[in-house]
Every structure is written in C-alpha cells, then in structure tokens.
C-alpha cells in the first residue's frame, strides 16, 4: 500500500522547474506532500482532498488525480531553499484509524 | 514554544539494553504516533493514539511498548535492543484526519 514516488531524486539549477510524482494502487482519500530537510523534521506543505481542487502554497502547487489515484507536486522557479527530500503521505479511506502511509521520498537538490 | 517535543534528541545504547523515548505536543491533538525512519530515510508508521486508545499497531516486534499516560504524551519504550533498531524515531500528532506535526526525532544509535 506504499506510494510510489518518482524520481527518486533530481538536481535543478536555481531557478529551473520540477515535478515530484506519487501514485498508488488503491483508492485514495487524500495526499499530503512533505518537505524534510537534512537532519530536521518533515514539514507539512500541503493536503489535497478527494473531490478538492489543486493547492497552491507560493510557487510550490500540486494536483490530484482522483482517476489514476495520481499526485503531483510542481515547484516552479526553485530556490535554493528548495532543497531536501519531498514525501507524499497517502491516506486510503477517511473516518477513524487516520493513517498516512508514505512513499519513498525524493531528494531534491537545488544549486546556485 | 515547541509543538511537539521528544527526548533525548540522541540515544546511544548498547545491544540487549532498554531505553525510551518521550514525547509531549501542546497543540491539543486528539491523535499522537509514533514513525521509524530508517537509513534509506522510509518513513514508516509504528502506533497511533486516539485520545490514549491504541487504534494503529503496524507488524513491530513486542520489544515495542507505546504507553499514552493522557492524549498530550506519548511514550516509547523499547526494550532488548537489537543493531536494527537503529533509525530516527519521530512522534508526530494531528487532529483527527489533519496534516501531521512531527517532533524533531530521536536518532537511536544500537552499538
């Protein structure tokens, strides 16, 4: 039941786009991406709902595909702040027994 | 200040020892749990608390006892400790279905 992430990990020059991927097998209710940087805790960034609309947070965005059970997290124009490891966490039904399951993780390497 | 608190932020123990982990939020949160991340940094979740009532206990060895005095604590004991139980240990908290909060983690190190 773990999300799949993809890439794995990827190098950007300031100021250049990316997308992180996340897709599961099941059903999902909702995805919440996360930001770790090195040696900190995860950071929430944001939570897209089954039926929500796409979030935004700055230049950071994401989507939901409620069809292929697809996530998808756009950083645009990166900053170097940018950088650490991104995690979508999935949860496959709402109500009681909340449990985020989480994929991988993508490293996220952002140069001057 | 800080929402959700663990200590020690570092444990070095010796094989075949016992040692916990606590952890306190102050954000009111009904829910706590506790997470490994391993060093290929996979998040996975350990237990959940719903107001000190065990809902989630995913395939951990009973050498993992959480203990909820009252929804605000959630603690870790382990015991026995093995070269595998080395990893980071975080204790996030949410409001029900809400993002998670995590603490800053507890990195284990089992000599």
């Known amino acids: 039941q773990q999300p799949v992430q993809s890439p794995q990990a990827v190098i950007l020059r300031e100021g250049e786009d990316a ?5 599961s097998s099941k059903a999902l209710y909702s995805v919440h991406w996360y930001r770790q940087k090195h040696g900190e805790a995860p950071v929430f960034l944001m939570i897209l709902l089954k039926g929500g609309e796409q ?58 | 200040d800080t929402a959700v608190s663990q200590t020690p932020k570092y444990l070095v123990t010796q094989m ?62 382990i015991n026995s400790l093995e070269l595998g139980d080395s990893a980071v240990y975080f204790c996030a908290s949410s409001q029900g279905p809400s993002p998670l909060h995590f603490g800053n983690g507890t990195r284990l190190t089992v000599t």
């Not at chain 1, 997308?19 to 897709?23: A, F, Q, R």
């Not at chain 2, 952890?23 to 237990?47: A, P, V």
């Open chain 1, 55 to 112: 979030k935004g947070h700055e230049k950071i965005s994401a989507s939901f595909n409620e069809k292929k059970q697809q996530s998808s997290l756009y950083l645009t124009a990166s900053q170097l702040s940018y950088s650490g490891t991104y995690f979508c966490g999935t949860e496959i039904r709402g109500g009681s027994n909340y449990k985020l399951t989480f994929g991988k993780g993508t490293l996220l390497t952002v140069n001057p």
């Open chain 2, 16 to 77: 075949g020892n016992d040692k916990s982990i606590k952890c306190e939020q102050n954000l009111g949160h009904d829910t706590m749990y506790w997470y490994k991340q391993d060093s290929k940094k996979f998040l996975k979740i350990m237990f959940s608390y719903n107001n000190k009532e065990l809902i989630i206990n995913e395939t951990v060895p009973n050498r993992f006892s959480p203990k909820s005095p009252d929804k605000a604590h959630l603690n870790l004991h």
């Open chain 1, 19 to 23: 997308v992180i991927n996340c897709s």
